[in-house]
């Protein structure tokens, strides 16, 4: 499921290409994608403007002229493409907006994923939940460890916790232990103060580089895009079972932790 890095990624590529133009095509393959009646939901977007892009934890809101905002959650298998030109058929995408300049944007694999037009009222209640971004300047160390102080759970589990911070999952959540050097099955109560500074600071290290190299995402934004993906050859233990770790050369393990995939180093990362 892409996280922060990879919808980063999106907001900053998409933003200069999207803002400003005016929706002039609607697409929907797949209804069950959109909040509201098809025909509704076209007739409401044709010849709205975007005016900027927004990201939330793993959230984008398209911010339109009328107030409203489209909030895309990509879930589990969503993708973005942008261009004339689709990489695959139109039929393949659940939903595809046409700009006036004659690009479209293309959202592919939302089977859980969805794209709902909703006011501004609707967004913040839905946003709610939400923990701070990990980039907050409010965010201090200091902060961060009043947030810390009385969790009982894993540290792997807290970090993927959208409630606690949002926008680390499954991946950026082991590739944070691994930088910070905790066994990702620690209990966060048992960490101590230079754990936890450890901590703060590799999730904006991991974060950041991650979001540089363009993310994890396997499919290209444009087509002449070689940003996107570039992460995904630079994972250091995230979907690498059995393979040497590139600090010991120990073989990197796979558990899972309640329900989660969870990849460590046995010998760079203790519990303790
Ligand atoms: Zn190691």
Known sequence: MPELPEMEHYRSQLSPLLCGQRISGVAVN???????????????????????????????????DDGHRLHLHLMLGGWLAYGEQGPKKDSHFQVILTFADGNSLYFGGLRLGYL??????????QMKELGPDPFDSRLTLEAFRKRVAGKKGKLKTTLADQRFLAGIGNCYSDEICFDAQIHPAAAVSSLDDTSVERIYHSIRKVLTEATQAG????????PDDTVTGGFNEQCKVYDRKGEPCFVCGTEIKFE?????KMFYCPTCQKED
């Not at 709902?116 to 209640?125: G, L, M, Q």
């Open 116 to 125: 709902h037009r909703i006011t501004a009222k609707v967004a913040i209640e």
């Open 256 to 260: 899972t932790l309640t329900g989660r």
């Open 30 to 64: 797949r209804p069950a994608t959109i909040n509201e009646d098809v025909e509704v939901f076209k007739d409401a977007l044709i010849g709205r403007i975007i005016l900027f892009v927004e990201r939330r934890g793993k959230h984008l809101l398209f911010h339109l």
């Open 215 to 222: 993310g994890y995402m396997e499919h290209p934004l444009t």
